[in-house]
């Protein structure tokens, strides 16, 4: 599967961003999807994850309640909702696919470019 993510840019601190991740190539109700980020100079961390369903979500402890994930099966279409945004929100954005239509861990097997997101204070 082919995974397309948009939607990043400049944000004041408190704003909001919605990304968006078009997938294509296969059956999107095959997959898991999820969302990663990796902030200048650090590791690549974990956001949020969601079954071909819509009805399991699993988010980063540190990032629920600001953000939200949802997807859109009729367009192959994951979304991440971010609001109340801070500058330690700066990075970019991954979304990934798993070859499971249920969320199996962290394990991922497609992967998007990113999408950078900044966020100003």
């Known amino acids: 599967v082919q995974l397309q993510a948009s939607g990043g840019g400049l944000v004041q601190a408190g704003g909001s961003l919605r990304l968006s991740c078009a997938a294509s190539?296969?059956?999107?109700?095959?997959?898991?999807m999820g969302w990663f980020r990796r902030a200048p100079g650090k590791e690549r961390e974990f956001v949020a994850a969601?079954?071909?369903?819509?009805?399991?979500?699993y988010y980063a402890n540190s990032l629920k309640g600001r953000f939200t994930i949802s997807r859109d099966n009729a367009k192959n279409t994951v979304y991440l909702q971010m609001n109340s945004l801070r500058p330690e929100d700066t990075a970019v954005y991954y979304c990934?696919?798993?070859?499971?239509?249920?969320?199996?861990?962290?394990?991922?097997?497609?992967w998007g470019q990113g999408t950078l997101v900044t966020v100003s204070s």
């Open positions: 990934a696919a798993q070859s499971s239509p249920y969320v199996v861990g962290r394990s991922y097997d497609y």
């Open positions: 190539g296969r059956t999107f109700t095959q997959h898991a």
């Open positions: 969601i079954s071909w369903s819509g009805t399991t979500i």
